[in-house]
Each structure stands twice: as C-alpha cells, then as structure tokens.
C-alpha cells in the first residue's frame, strides 16, 4: 500500500529564507506524488505533481520538488520565501497508470513565514 | 466555472441528528470523493465514487452514507451524528480517463461541529 511521510508538523522560515518541505513515499509500484497547498478556510489547490516525465519538477509559484526514487522522497523547495507563502503543504501518493485515482495524503506541514 | 461548490460551509449539530452535506461540481468530472479534515491527520478518504452509478468505502466511512445522484452531485450523510465526526469536510472530483496523474478539484469544505 502507498503512504506518505512529511516530516515536521510545522516550519518557520524568516522572509527571503529557503524553503524545505520534506516528503517521503512508501509504494511497491511506481508512485505518482503531488504536493497541495491548503490556504486558510480554503480548499486544497496543486502545487505540482510528478507522473513519471522529469524528475525535477516546477510547480506555481516559485515552489519546485525533486523526486529521488533511491531515497524515496519528494522534498518541495522554494528559494526564497514570501510571506504568502504561509500556508499548510500536503503530500500525497497514488499508484501510477491505472485509470481511477485514489490519493493517500500526508499529515500536512504547516509553513510559517516571519519578517 | 465554478468548480466544486459544497452546502453548508458551517453546520452544529446536536448528537443523534442527522444531515446531508451536498457537493456538485460542473466540470464534467467522473470521480468524485469525499475526505475529512483533523487536526494532525491530514486528510483521510471516507467515501469515493469512480464513475456515476458506483460507489466504494475509503479509510474511514464508519458512521457515513453517500449518494451519487448523478454525474455532477455527490452527497455524504451522516445518519445520527457523534462528537467524534466533528471536523473539516472537503468534496473533490478528477476526471476517469487517461493516467493516474491527474489533478484532484477541491471544494471550499464544511465546518461541522457535533456537541
């Protein structure tokens, strides 16, 4: 079964600093992943995805994730942070290539942004 | 477009009672699904329905029905409600054809709280 591991609950990162969101996979197959952006009282919206094409990928806003298959992770990156940026950030994972989808979400990672 | 809507965005229930929440989306989708949001827990799947005319238990659907009344609504009832289901509930939908890869709409979620 897939799953999804975010390390640290919540992250505080000064204006202008890296972002680093960390994520790692369990799948026995190969594994498509997204990162969502959950904005206060609002819906989640995707960030990006990777299905397998590059394994660098960009997303919007600036956000970019890597996958690693020999580390399995998906850590979401951000050179420098805004302070807009403050949101909650989940992972998720689904099977590859199989028509229907179900995502298995991560417990979330809170981003805080200061002056 | 209006995307995924859902009714209500709040609702207090007393224990025992019951209530629909309603999700309709126009964007043509097949798959729609249905998650809870807690604190700490990410989001977890209770009930899904691939295609208009089916529908399949998530991780969590103890304590829930759904209806897939046509293509675009998918309703969650809760039969006789428990303090334990008090949480954030999001509707989503994604498309059935082509790859796993594919963008999960969400709604803007219902606050539920049971006393």
């Known amino acids: 079964a897939q799953s999804v591991t975010q390390l640290g609950s919540h992250v505080s990162v000064s204006e202008g600093a890296l972002v680093l969101l960390r994520c790692n996979y369990s799948?026995?197959?190969?594994?498509?992943l997204f990162w969502y952006v959950q904005y206060p009282n609002q819906g989640l919206q995707l960030l990006l995805k990777y299905t397998s094409a590059a394994t660098l990928v960009k997303g919007i806003n600036g956000f970019e994730a890597e996958f690693k298959k020999s580390e399995t992770s998906f850590h979401l990156t951000k050179p420098s942070a805004h302070m807009s940026d403050a949101a909650e950030y989940f992972c998720a994972v689904t099977k590859g290539n199989t028509g229907f989808q179900k995502l298995v979400f991560g417990t979330g990672t809170r981003l805080l942004v200061s002056p | 477009n209006a995307g995924v809507t859902q009714t209500p965005k709040f609702q207090v229930l007393k224990t025992g009672q019951s209530m629909t929440l309603q999700c309709a989306q126009d964007?043509?989708?097949?798959?729609m699904y249905w998650y809870r949001q807690d604190p700490g827990m990410g989001l977890r799947l209770i009930y899904y329905?691939?295609?208009?005319?089916?529908?399949d238990k998530g991780e969590v659907p103890n304590g829930y029905n759904v209806s897939r009344l046509n293509k675009r609504e998918f309703s969650l009832r809760l039969e006789s409600a428990a303090p334990s289901q008090t949480s954030v509930y999001f509707c989503a939908s994604t498309t059935l054809s082509g790859s796993s890869g594919r963008e999960q709409f969400f709604g803007p979620g219902t606050r539920l709280t049971v006393l």
């Open positions: 799948s026995s197959v190969p594994p498509y």
């Open positions: 964007m043509n989708h097949n798959s």
């Open positions: 329905s691939a295609s208009e005319g089916t529908t």
